[in-house]
């Protein structure tokens, strides 16, 4: 993953010439994941699909499970850890259970754009993340995909501040960090799994979510969201694992190919989600009746400084001061030399 996309496309090249054998597929992969067969990672997974099964030359047979057919992220994550499957979808708030380290990526505005993003899981510091779940848990990063920053939608009331979100009734992935964040906000956190979140609004469990906007928008949340707030406090990555023992039992050639592919799913998902997130999904939001702020740089930093020193204490107890402060210099680096290429 350190060599990046040029690299892996290059290999993929020279896979694609292999010939197609006669014989049924050497090697399986189930792959699944939560959104719907219409959607950007779906439609990301089937050129891994289409990339493996023609770079093996047949060798390995891919099949894409969606729509949590499986089961949820944590549920999916587990089989693949223990190889009942082979790939499963994750989140930036999902890997934690399976190497702690992990958690860091869900922190709210730890990445300042996608740009920064994609460096930080490109560093070495990153793959010795990776390297660590792999031990742990028998799980290996193939590849990560931004799908845009987390925005905040209610059907209460216009949230330009953080003092509107007193009281309100947020949804949030069943994670630790997504829980202290939004407490720290003033708001009232409701840990409630993906596959029932649409329920939930519609039910009224919860006034509101987060999530970015190109999932709202084809999710339909606007049926049940009247508000939204574009205060980017966290970026969403889709992460593309792999069963470790699977991978390694795979030949050199064949590991190549899986990796190339999962790059082209993650180029495939983003080109669509940054084009969404930039573009067309807040008009398609307005037309279909959403009320849309966009809060002005001091209205966005009531959030930001809301949430900063109780998610920063949070994280110190749980991973420990000196990881913490270790990663937020990797993103210094990071930034430093961003701005240097930039003179």
Same mark, same amino acid.
């Given at each position: 993953?350190?060599?990046?996309?040029?690299?892996?496309?290059?290999?993929?090249?020279?896979?694609?010439?292999?010939?197609?054998?006669?014989?049924?597929?050497?090697?399986?992969?189930?792959?699944?994941?939560?959104?719907?067969?219409?959607?950007?990672?779906?439609?990301?997974?089937?050129?891994?699909?289409?990339?493996? /099964?023609?770079? $093996?030359? @047949?060798? &390995?047979? #891919?099949?894409?499970?969606?729509? %949590?057919? !499986?089961?949820?992220?944590?549920?999916?994550? /587990?089989?693949? $850890?223990? @190889?009942? &499957?082979? #790939?499963?979808?994750?989140?930036? %708030?999902? !890997?934690?259970?399976?190497?702690?380290?992990?958690?860091?990526?869900?922190?709210?505005?730890?990445?300042?754009?996608?740009?920064?993003?994609?460096?930080?899981?490109?560093?070495?510091?990153?793959?010795?993340?990776?390297?660590?779940?792999?031990?742990?848990?028998?799980?290996?990063?193939?590849?990560?995909?931004?799908?845009?920053?987390?925005?905040?939608?209610?059907?209460?009331?216009?949230?330009?501040?953080?003092?509107?979100?007193?009281?309100?009734?947020?949804?949030?992935?069943?994670?630790?960090?997504?829980?202290?964040?939004?407490?720290?906000?003033?708001?009232?956190?409701?840990?409630?799994?993906?596959?029932?979140?649409?329920?939930?609004?519609?039910?009224?469990?919860?006034?509101?979510?987060?999530?970015?906007?190109?999932?709202?928008?084809?999710?339909?949340?606007?049926?049940?969201?009247?508000?939204?707030?574009?205060?980017?406090?966290?970026?969403?990555?889709?992460?593309?694992?792999?069963?470790?023992?699977?991978?390694?039992?795979?030949?050199?050639?064949?590991?190549?190919?899986?990796?190339?592919?999962?790059?082209?799913?993650?180029?495939?998902?983003?080109?669509?989600?940054?084009?969404?997130?930039?573009?067309?999904?807040?008009?398609?939001?307005?037309?279909?009746?959403?009320?849309?702020?966009?809060?002005?740089?001091?209205?966005?930093?009531?959030?930001?400084?809301?949430?900063?020193?109780?998610?920063?204490?949070?994280?110190?107890?749980?991973?420990?001061?000196?990881?913490?402060?270790?990663?937020?210099?990797?993103?210094?680096?990071?930034?430093?030399?961003?701005?240097?290429?930039?003179?």
């Amino acid at each position: 993953m350190r060599n990046g996309i040029f690299g892996l496309l290059m290999a993929g090249a020279a896979l694609t010439l292999l010939p197609s054998p006669s014989s049924a597929a050497e090697f399986e992969i189930r792959a699944s994941h939560v959104e719907a067969a219409d959607s950007a990672v779906h439609r990301g997974w089937s050129v891994f699909e289409a990339f493996v /099964e023609n770079a $093996s030359g @047949g060798r &390995i047979e #891919v099949t894409i499970l969606p729509a %949590s057919q !499986l089961g949820g992220l944590n549920e999916t994550l /587990e089989q693949t $850890s223990l @190889g009942i &499957i082979q #790939v499963a979808q994750a989140d930036e %708030s999902t !890997l934690d259970p399976f190497h702690k380290p992990m958690m860091i990526l869900g922190a709210p505005y730890l990445f300042a754009d996608d740009e920064e993003a994609k460096a930080f899981i490109a560093s070495d510091y990153f793959d010795k993340m990776r390297r660590g779940m792999i031990e742990e848990s028998n799980l290996r990063v193939l590849t990560a995909a931004s799908y845009g920053f987390r925005s905040l939608t209610n059907d209460v009331r216009p949230i330009k501040t953080v003092e509107d979100l007193q009281g309100l009734r947020i949804r949030v992935p069943p994670s630790p960090l997504s829980i202290e964040m939004i407490k720290a906000m003033g708001a009232n956190p409701t840990p409630i799994p993906w596959e029932e979140l649409y329920g939930a609004m519609e039910q009224g469990v919860v006034d509101g979510q987060e999530n970015p906007i190109g999932l709202i928008n084809d999710y339909s949340f606007s049926e049940v969201q009247k508000y939204l707030t574009v205060d980017n406090h966290k970026i969403g990555l889709n992460f593309m694992v792999i069963n470790e023992s699977f991978f390694q039992s795979l030949p050199i050639e064949l590991r190549e190919a899986v990796l190339v592919g999962a790059e082209m799913a993650a180029a495939t998902e983003y080109g669509e989600r940054n084009y969404q997130s930039r573009v067309s999904a807040v008009s398609q939001l307005e037309e279909k009746g959403m009320e849309v702020y966009f809060p002005t740089p001091e209205e966005l930093a009531t959030f930001r400084d809301a949430a900063k020193e109780p998610v920063k204490a949070f994280l110190t107890e749980e991973l420990g001061e000196t990881f913490v402060t270790e990663t937020y210099e990797e993103l210094d680096r990071i930034r430093e030399a961003r701005a240097a290429k930039a003179m």
